[in-house]
């Protein structure tokens, strides 16, 4: 377990964080600027001037009170940056057994989680930005630290990328069962790999929790990276090359179907993705349309936000709801004459669902 | 008398290496007050005449000063011999090094130094495993710049080493010492040595420098 209580003054202002993380990841969200770095490298002892507590395990870190702060080689905790910052005169191989505790054990287990075998000989220059985030983290891994603080290591790949690399980071989490604190600006890879989530912003701590309710929450994450409102978890169904689609399975029983995700098998988690003005809305049940979904739901709350309304939905049946967010004009509600406690059907194309 | 010249500029480098790699390190990394000083301090010889750093030495050295009190004390005796030669030349080839291997911790990336300590090496450690291999080149080249400037130096060992043939004169004093007597084919061929040497030292720097390159790259 960390707890941290934290001043950490920087350039514009200071950020102040107090948090009791337990195992597991935690994904270290915010606006860039939010000071998200800065927190990683006072925990890491690679930046001076932090005033407060940090404890791992019990261990004290930083006590500021009492003038304490150990060396960053005394910590026992592995940071990957987000440019991987591999060593440029050394092998893949030297890069991974560089630590001073990096035992054959663990360095042998670390390049098998990361499938480094056929890189090993190859030096960071000729390495792709995949390949050296894998040789990053299975350097930090082959220390076997007490806490791996990885800083947004998808944020330099393409998308393409991503997809390849989130696998390994759920090895590292499952195999080794490092307690990591994960920066990313994703919301996918946050509730893809998260058990915890720590929104900063303005300096501080704005919100802690399960990263999927946070997220969720209209409105508590205004970020515009961030603007997907709808957000359920799913299981991958059935796949339809001919139809172009993939069917997957929502927590109400009822399913959705996505544009064809054949890379995700059969029974795999995942999170599907709807921005709340892609729902469209309609009174009676709608015919001869090319969206694909189509659920009844009931209105719960309606209410003007901004140059728009939000209308929250229900499902109509009983049962496990899914709670839907969905944004229309003004002039929507008017014409349709839309009201709390009406039916309505909502329907989405499914190009405009997306896994994450 | 090349052999002469050759020793001593060789241990006169050797001489300034390590207080050089650490004043070029303290440069480097140090930002605090008093580094502007500092920094003009250590570039000092580079702009002033040799005699005239010749003659602070010499001075110093004298049997007046506390420092030439204890050396006569202690029975060493380093005007005009040998020992001079060396001083002069340490002392004219120090600011050279400390300006290249500076450059060269400069260009270290500081964040990889501070990645080598989260995974558990001392700053002795990461300095010996990342720094140094990362500053290699930077620092070949101040050698190799400073051993030459040593097996050039002139004006400062005339001063305090005297030119005694046989005794503290070096290729550059003989190249002079030939041209007064008016023997121009000895100077000639002492001065086409002095290019070969040149040409050699940095020749097998620039090999290194090739070598380590091509097996970074590999």
Known sequence: MIEIDLELPLASFALRVAARLDGGVTAVMGPSGSGKTSLLEAIAGLRRGAKGRILLDGRVLVDSARGMALAPEARRVGYVPQDAGLFPHLTARANVGFGARAD??????????????PLLERHPASLSGGEKQRVALARALATRPRLLLLDEPLAALDVGLRGRILPYLLRVRDEWKTPVLYVTHNVGEAIALAGHLLLLRDGRVEATGAPFDLLATPGMVTDAALGVENLFPGRVRTHDPEGGVTSVELPAGQTIAVPLAADCAPGMQVTVAVRAEDVIVSKGVPEGISARNIY???????????????????????????????????????????????TVFLAVKSHSVRLV | MIGFSLATAAGATLLILPPGVLAALALARYQGPGKGVLETLLALPLVLPPTAVGLLLLEALGRRTPLGGWLASQGIVVVFTWKAVVLAMAVMSFPLLVRSARTAFEEVDLRLVGLARTLGCGPVAAFRRVTLPLAWRGLLAGVVLAFSRALGEFGATVMIAGNIPGKTQTLSLAIFHNNQLGRDDRALVLAGVTTALAFAALWTAEWFTRRRTRRASA
Do not use: N
């Not at chain 1, 054959?104 to 075998?117: K, R, Y």
């Open chain 1, 104 to 117: 054959a054990e663990a360095v042998a287990s670390a390049i098998a989680t990361l499938e480094l075998g």
């Open chain 1, 296 to 342: 009844e739901v009931r209105i719960t709350a309606l209410s003007r936000t901004g140059p728009d309304v939000t209308l929250r939905c229900a499902a109509a049946e009983g049962g496990p709801t899914l709670e839907w967010i969905v944004r229309v004009t003004p002039a929507a509600v008017t014409s349709l004459g839309l009201g709390v406690g009406q």
